[in-house]
């Protein structure tokens, strides 16, 4: 039962460049959340997904993009990097009702 | 909006000892979800402990308990018996219970000290 993946696990970019983030879960859930950590700062939401066909922002959404392209994935999106978009990013996914969300290993993204 | 306050940056306790973690979070709702997770190293996110609000019992979870005080918005983490495994970044979150997102704390460095 492989729960969250999240790829890659680390990745270096240049400003400006443009990647990537995917994430699939095999959990049947519903939901589906992209997070930034961040030293100091916790966890911040980025975006989210609530069910299939749906997308929501978070709390710092600027400079990203969402698919939800099924129930099992949903990609998270940098158009064009900035060295601020350095980051652990998290993906994670959880089912409505008394339940906490199931986290991937997370990617260190650099942006040089 | 919700938010999530984790006042102590950094924390140590000594093998075998107890410590206590804080968390504060500001809510209009009257029935949500509170989570404490750990986040050693590894950099994985695990679950400690949950704690709905409609209950008023305490959660324990063997050396984990906490103090949930519902009135006073708090809910504070214990470890009993620390040990060097336990050493870790501990967030506090919450969820509405009509929502979907996870509000996350900034986090609780805590070291074991042999």
């Known amino acids: 039962n492989a729960g969250v993946t999240q790829t890659p696990k680390f990745q270096v970019l240049k400003t400006g460049q443009s990647m990537t983030l995917q994430c699939a879960q095999d959990?049947?859930?519903?939901?589906m959340y992209w997070y930034r950590q961040d030293p100091g700062m916790g966890l911040r939401l980025i975006y989210y997904?609530?069910?299939?066909?749906?997308?929501d922002k978070g709390e710092v959404p600027n400079g990203y993009n969402v698919s939800r392209l099924n129930k099992r994935e949903f990609s998270l999106r940098l158009e064009s990097a900035a060295p601020s978009q350095t980051s652990v990013y998290f993906c994670?996914?959880?089912?409505?009702?008394?339940?906490?969300?199931?986290f991937g290993q997370g990617t260190r993204l650099t942006v040089v | 909006a919700q938010t999530v306050t984790q006042s102590q940056p950094e924390m140590s306790v000594q093998e075998a000892e107890t410590v206590t973690l804080s968390c504060t979070y500001d809510?209009?709702?009257?029935?949500?979800?509170l989570f404490w997770y750990k986040q050693p190293p590894s950099r994985q996110m695990i679950l400690v402990i949950r704690?709905?609000?409609?209950?008023?019992q305490n959660a324990t979870e063997n050396r984990f308990s906490v103090n949930f005080q519902k009135a006073a918005k708090s809910f504070s983490l214990k470890i009993s018996d620390s040990q060097l495994g336990d050493t870790a970044m501990y967030f506090c979150?919450?969820?509405?219970?009509?929502?979907?997102?996870?509000?996350f704390g900034t986090g609780t460095r805590l070291k074991v000290l042999a």
């Open positions: 994670a996914s959880s089912d409505m009702g008394f339940t906490e969300a199931f």
């Open positions: 809510t209009s709702e009257s029935n949500y979800y």
């Open positions: 704690q709905e609000a409609y209950k008023q």
């Open positions: 979150a919450f969820r509405g219970s009509g929502t979907y997102k996870y509000i």
């Open positions: 997904s609530a069910s299939e066909g749906t997308t």
């Open positions: 959990m049947n859930h519903n939901s």
